[in-house]
């Protein structure tokens, strides 16, 4: 099993930068892809980026493409996500995920940290 930690988040003007973190732990070898995800109060979660743990591939959603960086540490069994110029929408709870396989869905969380943008 994998248990994941984030941490990194807190609040911020609109404009500004954070960088989340994501510590993996456990069995990390049989991660297949990690992704950050949001919710943001009465909203579904949603998908913001994810990559392979194993090789560079990245996606992004389309509303933070740009923004957004997604990067990782497999050596520290770390994932991390750089976020520029922050807007207000942005604010939520910020999840990291894990998958097993390309079959099978984002089904392990953390525990989430929060983001907040001010205008």
């Known amino acids: 099993q994998v248990n994941l930690v984030e941490s990194g988040g807190g609040s911020v003007q609109a404009g500004g930068s954070l960088r989340l973190s994501c510590a993996a732990s456990?069995?990390?070898?049989?991660?297949?892809?990690m992704g950050w995800f949001r919710q943001a109060p009465g909203k579904e979660r949603e998908f913001v980026a994810a990559t392979m743990w194993v090789g560079r591939h990245t996606s992004y959603a389309d509303s933070v493409k740009g923004r957004f960086t997604i990067s990782k540490d497999n050596a520290k069994n770390m994932l991390y996500l750089d976020m520029n110029n922050l807007k207000s929408e942005d604010t939520a709870v910020y999840y990291c995920?894990?998958?097993?396989?390309?079959?099978?869905?984002?089904?392990?969380w953390g525990q989430g940290t929060q983001v907040t943008v001010s205008s």
């Open positions: 995920a894990n998958r097993f396989s390309s079959g099978t869905p984002y089904g392990n």
């Open positions: 456990g069995r990390t070898f049989s991660i297949y892809a």
